[in-house]
């Protein structure tokens, strides 16, 4: 199972864009990398999901370069209420026999 | 109507009770997923389910038990509760298309006294 590291914590200002860093050095050929949002007493919730290269949808853009070993999430001009804590996945598709365990996530704090 | 429902939203027990965590989905996935949630350990794996058939345990799976009792209903059991299985629990369900959760919900949140 791919380890993931983290920073534990990020602030940030509304209206600026931020990267938050994933490493995930043992990361096997057909691993994915999943980034999720989880607010106070709520689930985590999907955000993006890369493979390779770059992936962007209407919320957030996902960076991996092309060794794979880390990828970026990027969240464009946050709001107060992007203050969450994230967490990076990653593991097989559906090849895999086996499921997933998260790291202990990034807090971001947004201040305006 | 929440894709991922869980029951209880909140519950109190005593140590030694025997408690049933129940899940249900509608997004028709086939693959469900119970973690826990500790204040500064992030979510871990209890048990995971790919199919109705396929049972797995996941890396705290001790101390509990599931039931996928169809394709839409993954329960969890803590056959005799302790105190330090006092946490935040969620189900999460994804497609065939991976083994990476898509839909949490909103959990239980277990106090054991």
């Known amino acids: 199972l791919a380890k993931t590291t983290q920073p534990i914590s990020m602030d940030s200002y509304e209206g600026q864009e931020v990267n938050i860093t994933c490493s995930h050095n043992?990361?096997?050929?057909?691993?994915?990398i999943t980034w999720y949002q989880q607010f106070p007493s709520q689930g985590p919730r999907f955000i993006i999901q890369?493979?390779?290269t770059k992936v962007t949808n209407e919320v957030a853009s996902l960076f991996i370069p092309a060794d794979r070993k880390s990828s970026t999430l990027s969240l464009p001009r946050v709001s107060l209420s992007d203050t969450a804590v994230y967490y990076c996945?990653?593991?097989?598709?559906?090849?895999?026999?086996?499921?997933?365990?998260f790291g202990k996530g990034t807090t971001l704090s947004v201040s305006s | 109507d929440a894709d991922v429902t869980q029951t209880p939203r909140n519950r109190i027990t005593k140590t030694g009770k025997r408690i049933m965590l129940e899940c249900s989905q509608t997004?028709?996935?086939?693959?469900m997923y119970w973690y826990r949630q500790d204040p500064g350990l992030g979510l871990r794996l209890i048990y995971y389910?790919?199919?109705?058939?396929?049972?797995n345990k996941g890396e705290i799976s001790d101390g509990y038990s599931v039931s996928r009792q169809a394709q839409a209903k993954f329960s969890l059991s803590l056959e005799s509760a302790i105190p330090n299985q006092t946490a935040l629990y969620f189900c999460?369900?994804?497609?065939?298309?991976?083994?990476?959760?898509?839909?949490f919900g909103d959990g239980t949140r277990l106090s054991i006294l």
């Open positions: 999460a369900t994804s497609d065939r298309l991976t083994n990476q959760p898509q839909h």
């Open positions: 890369g493979y390779k």
């Open positions: 997004k028709g996935h086939d693959r």
């Open positions: 389910s790919f199919d109705v058939k396929d049972i």
């Open positions: 996945l990653v593991g097989g598709g559906h090849q895999a026999g086996t499921a997933l365990i």
């Open positions: 043992n990361i096997a050929t057909n691993d994915y």
